[in-house]
């Protein structure tokens, strides 16, 4: 079993910032990509950013100079750094990663799922 846990979802100002955390459990062997999508009201999900296990790391093109996607590969965790937020980044921010099980299957896991709320 693996789970994938994520904090740091919460209400915030117009060009405040938010730091979401997502740490990987389990029966885990290796991860390869890890990342975060985001779904508005009525819009489809889309990928925000994404990193590799050698920190190799792309971005969703508004996003871009305001996130900042990093990982720990010892905790198994990826964070995101979000700042300068402006009312449009608000979301449900859900992490995901690509992992190889103990049982050497590879698979991709959701996290939850974090609200993200910024008020203009």
């Known amino acids: 079993q693996v789970q994938l846990v994520e904090s740091g979802g919460g209400l915030v100002q117009a060009g405040g910032s938010l730091r979401l955390s997502c740490a990987a459990s389990?029966?885990?062997?290796?991860?390869?990509?890890m990342g975060w999508y985001r779904q508005a009201p009525g819009k489809q999900r889309e990928l925000v950013a994404r990193?590799?296990?050698?920190?190799?790391?792309n971005y969703e093109d508004s996003v871009k100079g305001r996130f900042t996607i990093s990982r720990d590969n010892v905790k198994n965790t990826v964070y995101l750094q979000m700042n300068s937020l402006k009312p449009e980044d608000t979301a449900v921010y859900s992490c995901?990663?690509?992992?190889?099980?103990?049982?050497?299957?590879?698979?991709?896991?959701w996290g939850q799922g974090t609200q993200v709320t910024v008020s203009s």
């Open positions: 990193i590799t296990s050698g920190g190799s790391t």
């Open positions: 995901y990663a690509d992992i190889w099980t103990t049982r050497l299957m590879r698979h991709d896991y």
């Open positions: 389990g029966s885990i062997f290796s991860i390869n990509v």
